[in-house]
């Protein structure tokens, strides 16, 4: 598609159960990067990916967070066992390419509610 | 990482010029500069980026000082619907040096007035 593509739009979790959240890119986009705004301003890079393959998860909690993109699927984030401080909104953003002269494009987020 | 210093907060009469400035005074040479825009909780849009040259597109141009210490993006008549925090961005390359995670600062809230 044109735009990237984030579902759901909204996801509320008791405290300890699983979270997962997907993102289709942009046709031909080749990377993928996920990023969490937790307070009104501020973002956090979480991981990005080549194709089904991870290229910097350098953001990436290790214990619970976990995340894929397979062929002819959509991508997706999974947090196991949630904590209230993972609410935030999650935004997907897709690039042709990885360089730094090509922008991303971000999806309209996933806002999820840990109670 | 180059750090990016930005206004916390402007104001623009609808139909003016809105210029929004952006320090990045430990910018390396080939790290660019990027804005983007979030409207409300929306996802962030994409407006512009520069290396050295100024650029313009349809929706703002973007003016880089020749040392690249600093850039002015600007709105050449804004309107109500350009109230958002504005982010000016400089690219940081990832792991690999292949990919460019993007590193938000608090950006500046800019507000449209009638």
């Known amino acids: 598609g044109e735009e990237v593509a984030q579902t759901p739009k909204h996801l509320v979790r008791g405290e300890g159960q699983k979270a997962k959240l997907y993102c289709a890119p942009i046709?031909?986009?080749?990377?993928v990067f996920w990023y969490q705004q937790v307070l009104k301003n501020e973002f956090k890079f979480l991981i990005s990916?080549?194709?089904?393959?991870?290229?910097?998860e350098t953001g990436m909690p290790k214990e619970r967070f976990s995340a894929k993109c397979l062929p002819n699927s959509p991508c997706s984030l999974e947090i196991q066992a949630t904590k209230l401080e993972d609410s935030a909104v999650y935004f997907c953003?897709?690039?042709?390419?990885?360089?730094?002269?090509?922008?991303?494009?971000f999806g309209p987020g996933t806002r999820l509610t840990v109670t | 990482d180059a750090k990016t210093t930005q206004p916390t907060s402007m104001d623009c009469a609808e139909g003016r010029a809105a210029n929004l400035p952006c320090n990045h005074s430990?910018?390396?040479?080939?790290?660019?500069v990027y804005w983007y825009r979030q409207i409300h909780s929306q996802g962030p849009q994409y407006i512009i980026h520069?290396?050295?040259n100024n650029e313009t597109n349809e929706m703002a141009s973007l003016i880089i000082t020749e040392d690249r210490k600093s850039s002015t993006l600007i709105l050449p008549h804004a309107t109500l619907r350009d109230t958002a925090v504005y982010y000016c961005?400089?690219?940081?390359?990832?792991?690999?040096?292949?990919?460019?995670?993007?590193?938000f600062g608090t950006g500046t809230l800019l507000a449209v007035q009638p």
């Open positions: 990916f080549q194709n089904e393959n991870v290229f910097d």
């Open positions: 953003a897709s690039s042709q390419s990885g360089t730094s002269d090509y922008e991303q494009y």
């Open positions: 520069g290396l050295k």
């Open positions: 430990t910018i390396s040479g080939n790290e660019y």
């Open positions: 961005i400089v690219r940081v390359a990832g792991v690999g040096g292949a990919t460019n995670k993007l590193i």
């Open positions: 046709k031909g986009h080749s990377y």
